[in-house]
């Protein structure tokens, strides 16, 4: 155990960490990220922590600059010393950790699942003692690393886990976003100037120790360095030299410059090897003709230890170790370490420092990175596959591989979401002598980038451009184009450049040839999207119920349904075919959650949050939720899911869903999304709908049926109608009916009658709106739209009221509230409420539940333990470690009253919470 470091100050942070520490050996889990700028103490106050924990086990992690791109180095650091414990874990987490230390092969392991693997292992970890995990320089995390680190911490609770990060700001990291942090300032100006003092016995001059403490601003580092390398200069009140990180580099480069050209040299050496491996250090070093004794001089200026491990004194000295060596002495020290690697287990590590030791393009050595960027999948994915694919085009002496290759690294790195890589790998390739192909496919995956990393405006034009060119070069793939195009208008909706709208989309895609050969799943998807623009629902229902029978029924290929899957889906719902629409979404999650597809799954599971909203399955929803939210994480994904703004307009929420609808919508606009528009604008007309607010239901119903999006439009027209009417905008209602039925004509789809049956029953008087409104009542009561039944039952029961045939307004209205309130949709609940009050019906208002109320993850959690399923099963479905299942469990039972699963169904039952 290291001896805790004395520190001046840091009273506050002393006390928060000493706090975690506590928590810890009381059988909790903390996290904590320490936030401040290069030489504040971050380090020094993890080494604190080290001293502090007696009596728990310590794991350290070091994120190094030149492993960024080396996909789960850094996690492999964290969990080489535990995986002993690894064969305590359920097999499918076990093997994703053996395939990704490369301990065994096969597919790369679905993230969520090497997540939950890593958790486990860290509770097991803990199990007989508190585990103490300290990562430092967590900035310099490869970007895998850092997801599945995120993903961990935002699921430790009863673990006995400390989780302690380290990051140097400014440092825009995405996997540590929102995990609470603790900023780690300068010193106060009397513990600076203590410090100083300190290091420099001897009268110090008031005016020059006051200019150090204010142009350093309490950095602890800098005070130090300044004091150690200018010691005479600062006692005789002379000028203080520049400070800063980068001054505190060049200060480090200039000490390494100092040393020894054989030091120096074994310093480059360290610094050019990741891993911090001694044993691979001193093998690579006897390449060179270095041995043990040429360490002593960085040794003794306190620059390096090299025990076990390397440990440069501060992340600033690796990058001033590795800067101070020139061109050619970088390219021997890589040599030196690939001679050293084993040419079978470490093929991939030894490969790139082949090519960080090459002098000029070389076609055998970029055909081996090409060769192993295929084989990069069972460890690191697509990242690792973009690295090495990236070095490789740059090694590359044909023109024709170059540009090939250029364009698989730019296509790896959409697929890894580094958006910045690929498209300056795309600004390369163009500028190379590419052929026609080649340039169209630069502008489709430039396309398919902007559509990701910017703007929803730009996408449709980029794609539109990108198909045109394609046509003539290959048909097939200009068509999967336009599908591209056609999903990017959709999104961007009324905010799409002028040209690229999803009518000018259409337009273009029912112009374009067929592909050679037999018409596909895909063809028919692309011309019956195209003809619902173009020509109107009727038109296109024969092409559309084609294509969804054919991805339904048919052999489509996975990776078309994961590109595809959302239109599909869009296509059923274009046909109201609510029973496809829902199996359309359930195949596309299926295959995405097989695959590890996780940008995919998360705009899946948006979808079927929806689709149970439509059936009134509040408790699914949210229970999606929380998986959509885990996904989200898991990719960095930032866009708010429409079904939260679904769900909480339901439930008549207004001062939780309005800011969080204002700030969609915002974030919608930036990003140039007009369907994000749409979406809030949607749940704002649901909301004021279910609060009888209806001047403002219809202004926000108006806005979603404007313009034409499809089965999206039309959705919104019923709300309209509703809204429009009870508003005393007849004209308006007049309007949204006809363009309803327009889209409706000639459908056999009970949703598609049942609604226009309301809307028609909601302009109608006496015994026409009677038998309108029993029709709708009738055909929806053969689907499973549970909600949309619900509201028909509520205007059908107001309407009944002010006929005064109160009796049969109170059994429509009755029916109305106990669906409302079953499905927990308060705000229409509270609505047909008011209206049975009216009738003289006497009803209890809905009431919040007791404080002692089950959080959605505890009831869950209790449903899923009630079923008879392990701690081990649930931790698995709900990427939680069994000890945090369990640790919810004992809240469960507490706020329950029972102190047993057996008597779970029987409390759950009495709580109204069984599906």
């Known amino acids: 155990m290291a001896a805790a470091p004395v520190l001046r100050g840091r009273r506050y942070e002393r006390d928060r960490l000493d706090q975690a520490l506590r928590h810890v050996r009381g059988g909790e889990s903390v996290v904590l990220v320490l936030r401040g700028e290069a030489g504040a103490g971050k380090s020094t106050l993890l080494r604190y922590v080290e001293g502090q924990a007696t009596r728990c086990r310590i794991a350290r992690l070091t994120g190094v600059e030149s492993e960024l791109e080396l996909p789960f180095a850094a996690l492999h650091q964290l969990c080489a010393p535990m995986l002993a414990s690894a064969d305590a874990l359920p097999a499918p987490q076990r093997h994703a950790l053996n395939v990704t230390f490369g301990h065994a092969l096969g597919a790369a392991p679905d993230k969520l699942v090497l997540g939950l693997a890593v958790l486990s292992l860290l509770s097991e970890a803990a199990a007989e003692q508190p585990l103490v995990c300290l990562v430092d320089d967590a900035q310099w995390l490869d970007v895998a690393t850092g997801q599945v680190l995120g993903f961990v911490a935002r699921r430790l609770l009863g673990e006995s886990v400390l989780l302690l990060f380290a990051v140097r700001e400014p440092h825009p990291d995405t996997a540590l976003t929102g995990l609470p942090s603790l900023a780690v300032d300068g010193l106060d100006d009397s513990d600076a100037r203590a410090l100083v003092t300190a290091a420099n016995p001897g009268r110090l001059d008031t005016r020059v120790l006051d200019r150090i403490v204010s142009e350093t601003r309490g950095n602890s580092l800098a005070l130090l360095e300044l004091s150690r390398s200018g010691r005479a200069e600062l006692l005789g009140g002379f000028a203080l030299p520049a400070t800063g990180a980068d001054a505190l580099r060049d200060r480090y480069e200039r000490r390494v410059r100092a040393l020894p050209e054989p030091t120096r040299r074994l310093l480059l050496l360290a610094a050019a090897d990741p891993t911090g491996d001694a044993t691979l250090l001193w ?44 061109d050619e002495e970088r390219r021997a020290v890589h040599r030196a370490l690939a001679d050293a690697l084993d040419s079978e287990s470490d093929r991939q590590r030894r490969v790139w420092h082949l090519a960080a030791a090459a002098d000029g393009p070389d076609d055998r050595l970029a055909a081996e990175l090409a060769d192993a960027a295929r084989g990069a999948e069972s460890r690191g994915g697509v990242a690792a596959g973009a690295a090495l694919l990236r070095r490789s085009a740059e090694l590359t002496i044909d023109p024709g591989l170059q540009i090939e290759r250029t364009l698989a690294a730019a296509q790896a790195g959409l697929d890894a979401g580094d958006f910045a890589s690929a498209l300056a790998l795309l600004a390369r390739a163009a500028a190379l002598p590419v052929d026609d192909l080649q340039g169209a496919r630069i502008e489709l995956i430039r396309g398919l980038t902007d559509r990701a990393a910017r703007s929803g405006r730009e996408a449709p034009a980029a794609l539109l451009r990108a198909a045109r060119r394609l046509q003539p070069l290959d048909r097939r793939l200009a068509r999967h184009t336009f599908l591209d195009a056609w999903g990017a208008a959709l999104v961007a909706g009324r905010l799409a450049h002028p040209g690229s709208d999803l009518a000018a989309v259409s337009a273009a895609a029912r112009e374009a040839p067929p592909a050679p050969g037999p018409a596909t799943a895909a063809d028919h998807l692309l011309d019956g999207l195209a003809a619902l623009i173009t020509g109107g629902t009727t038109a296109a229902r024969p092409t559309l119920g084609e294509a969804v029978t054919e991805f339904l029924d048919g ?14 889906a869009n296509a059923a719902l274009s046909l109201w075919d609510y029973d496809r629409w829902e199996a359309a979404n359930a195949r596309h999650v299926e295959l995405a959650r097989a695959g590890g597809a996780l940008a995919p799954l998360a705009n899946a599971l948006n979808v079927r949050r929806v689709i149970a909203l439509w059936r009134g399955d509040m408790e699914y929803a949210r229970e999606l939720g929380m998986e959509e939210s885990t996904v989200k994480e898991a990719t960095g994904t930032r866009r708010a899911s429409y079904g939260d703004l679904f769900l909480l307009a339901y439930q008549g929420h207004a001062e939780q869903a309005l800011p969080l609808i204002t700030e969609a919508a915002a974030e919608a606009t930036a990003r140039g999304e007009g369907l994000g528009l749409y979406f809030t604008d949607r749940a704002t007309a649901l909301l004021h709908l279910g609060l009888g607010h209806y001047t403002e239901a219809a202004a926000a119903a108006g806005r979603a049926a404007t313009g034409d999006l499809g089965p999206f439009t039309a959705q919104a027209l019923p709300d309209l109608v509703e809204a429009a009417v009870r508003g005393g905008a007849t004209a308006t209602a007049e309007t ?8 409706t004509a000639d459908s056999d789809q009970e949703w598609a009658g049942g609604l226009r049956a309301r809307s028609r029953a909601l302009l109608s008087d006496g015994e026409q709106a009677d038998r309108f409104y029993a029709e709708a009542v009738d055909r929806l009561g053969r689907t499973r739209l549970r909600f949309e039944l619900a509201r028909t039952r509520l205007v059908y029961g107001e309407w009944l009221r002010r006929q005064r045939r109160r009796t049969d307004a109170r059994r429509q209205l009755k029916q109305a509230f106990e669906e409302f309130a079953g499905m927990g949709a308060d705000g229409f609940a509270e609505r047909a409420r008011h209206e049975l009050l009216a009738t003289g019906e006497k009803v209890r208002k809905r009431t919040a539940d007791t404080v002692d109320e089950l959080t959605p993850q505890e009831e869950h959690i ?51 919470s069984s599906r």
């Open 283 to 326: 093998r690579a070093a006897q390449g060179l003709g270095l041995g043990p004794h040429v360490a002593a001089p960085a040794e003794e200026a306190q620059l390096v230890e090299i025990g076990r491990s390397v440990r440069f004194r501060h992340p600033l000295m690796r990058s001033a170790a590795y800067a101070a060596g020139d």
């Open 555 to 568: 052999e489509v290929p996975a990776d078309l349904w994961l590109h595809c899957g959302v239109l599909v």
């Open 736 to 743: 949204a009916l006809v363009r309803l039925g327009a889209c």
């Open 862 to 912: 209790a449903r899923l333990a009630k079923d008879g399923r392990t701690n081990a099963e649930i931790g698995a479905e709900l990427y939680l470690s069994a000890r945090t299942v369990e640790w919810h469990l004992r809240k469960v039972f507490a706020k329950l009253g029972i102190t047993s699963r057996r008597e779970l169904r029987d409390a759950l039952a009495d709580k109204g």
